[in-house]
Nanobody
Framework: QVQLVESGGGLVQPGESLRLSCAASRITFRIYDMGWYRQAPGKERELVAVITSGGSTRYTDSVKGRFTISRDNGKNTVSLQMNSLKPEDTAVYYC?????????WGQGTQVTVSS
């Protein structure tokens, strides 16, 4: 059974940084496009960033210049470095693995940005 396990969430003040990690198991990690999504209370889940199997990256406009997605195919991990965090970044962040119509999700990790 495929497992995606997120870690690194927490409570931070505006302007601070967090690094989220997602460890994948039981998939051929290198062929999957990996993404980070988030869902704030009362809102739909939205794509934050994606890194393709070839290493191309894409970000939603609101995080461009602040967030960086990266992957380590040797360790089967994908990370999201989040800098200059804002209260509007508060959400549950989910890791996603997608390939050829297959899509897997992690359980989510809470990120709260508040003073």
């Amino acid at each position: 059974q495929v497992q995606l396990v997120e870690s690194g969430g927490g409570l931070v003040q505006p302007g601070e940084s967090l690094r989220l990690s997602c460890a994948a198991s039981r998939i051929t990690f290198r062929i999957y496009d990996m993404g980070w999504y988030r869902q704030a209370p009362g809102k739909e889940r939205e794509l934050v960033a994606v890194i393709t199997s070839g290493g191309s990256t894409r970000y939603t406009d609101s995080v461009k210049g602040r967030f960086t997605i990266s992957r380590d195919n040797g360790k089967n991990t994908v990370s999201l470095q989040m800098n200059s965090l804002k209260p509007e970044d508060t959400a549950v962040y989910y890791c996603n693995a997608a390939w050829s119509g297959l899509s897997y999700w992690g359980q989510g990790t809470q990120v709260t940005v508040s003073s």
